[in-house]
C-alpha cells in the first residue's frame, strides 16, 4: 500500500519569500512522485514529477522538490513567492507494475496563500 | 489542442437517483481515469479504462460503475446516489506507454451535489 502525508494544511507567506511545502510518502515499493497545483475552480496541472535519476526535479513556474529516500520526502520549494502562485498543492505517489499502472494516490493538500 | 473536457460542470441530483458525467481525453490520448475529490480532501481514485476495458478499480462500491468508448471519451455512472457522493469528479486522461511515469492531464470536474 502507498500513502502521502502533507504536512501543514495552510502555509502563508509573503511575496519574494521561500515557499516551502512538505511531503511523505509511505510505499513498499520505489516511488514515482508527483506534486500538483489547482487553482480554484479547475482541475489539477501537473508541475513536476520524479521517477528515477537525479533526485532534484524542476518543475514549471520556478518549482522544484528534492526526493530523499532516506527521510521518504518529496517537499517543494520556491526560492521566491508571487501572488499568482496562491493555489492548493497536492503531493501524489504512484508505484511500477501493470497491476497498479497510473493509479495516483494523494494527500490531503495545502493551501498556499501569498501576502503582499 | 483541446485538453480534457468534462461535462456537465455543475449538476445537483437527489438521494436515491443516478447521474453520468463524461469526459473526452486530451488528443492522441487513450487512458482514462476517474477520481472522487470530497470537499478539503485530495482525489480519490475511483477507476481506470484503457481499451474499453476497466483496468483497476479503487475502494468505490459497485454503484460507481464507468464505461470507454471506441474514441477513448469515457462515462462515469453512479447509481442509488448517498449524500456523501457530493463531490468535484475528475477525469484524468494518459498515453499508455508501459509506465506508471506516464502524465496524467486532469480536467477542470464536475462538481455533484445531492442533496
Known amino acids: 500500500a502507498q500513502s502521502v502525508t502533507q504536512l501543514g494544511s495552510h502555509v502563508s507567506v509573503s511575496e519574494g519569500a521561500l515557499v516551502l511545502l512538505r511531503c511523505n510518502y509511505s510505499?513498499?515499493?520505489?516511488?514515482?512522485l508527483f506534486w500538483y497545483v489547482q487553482y480554484p475552480n479547475q482541475g489539477l496541472q501537473l508541475l513536476l514529477k520524479?521517477?528515477?535519476?537525479?533526485?532534484l526535479v524542476k518543475g514549471i513556474n520556478g518549482f522544484e522538490a528534492e526526493f530523499k529516500k532516506s527521510e521518504t520526502s518529496f517537499h517543494l520549494t520556491k526560492p521566491s513567492a508571487h501572488m499568482s502562485d496562491a493555489a492548493e498543492y497536492f503531493c501524489?505517489?504512484?508505484?511500477?507494475?501493470?497491476?497498479?499502472?497510473?493509479?495516483?494516490?494523494f494527500g490531503q493538500g495545502t493551501i498556499l496563500t501569498v501576502h503582499p | 489542442d483541446a485538453g480534457v473536457t468534462q461535462s456537465p460542470t455543475h449538476l445537483i441530483k437527489t438521494r436515491g437517483q443516478q447521474v453520468t458525467l463524461r469526459c473526452s481525453p486530451k488528443?492522441?490520448?487513450?487512458?482514462v481515469s476517474w477520481y472522487q475529490q470530497a470537499l478539503g480532501q485530495g482525489p480519490q481514485f475511483i477507476f481506470q479504462?484503457?481499451?474499453?476495458?476497466?483496468?483497476q478499480r479503487g475502494n468505490f462500491p459497485d454503484r460507481f460503475s464507468g464505461h470507454q468508448f471506441p474514441n477513448y471519451s469515457s462515462e462515469l455512472n453512479v447509481n442509488a446516489l448517498l449524500l456523501g457522493d457530493s463531490a468535484l469528479y475528475l477525469c484524468?486522461?494518459?498515453?499508455?506507454?508501459?509506465?506508471?511515469?506516464?502524465?496524467?492531464?486532469f480536467g477542470p470536474g464536475t462538481r455533484l451535489t445531492v442533496l
Open positions: 488528443s492522441g490520448h487513450d487512458t
Open positions: 479504462y484503457y481499451e474499453e476495458e476497466e483496468r
Open positions: 520524479y521517477t528515477t535519476g537525479a533526485t
Open positions: 484524468a486522461s494518459s498515453l499508455r506507454t508501459g509506465g506508471a511515469t506516464d502524465t496524467q492531464y
Open positions: 510505499s513498499s515499493v520505489p516511488p514515482y
Open positions: 501524489a505517489v504512484s508505484n511500477a507494475g501493470g497491476t497498479s499502472y497510473g493509479k495516483l494516490t
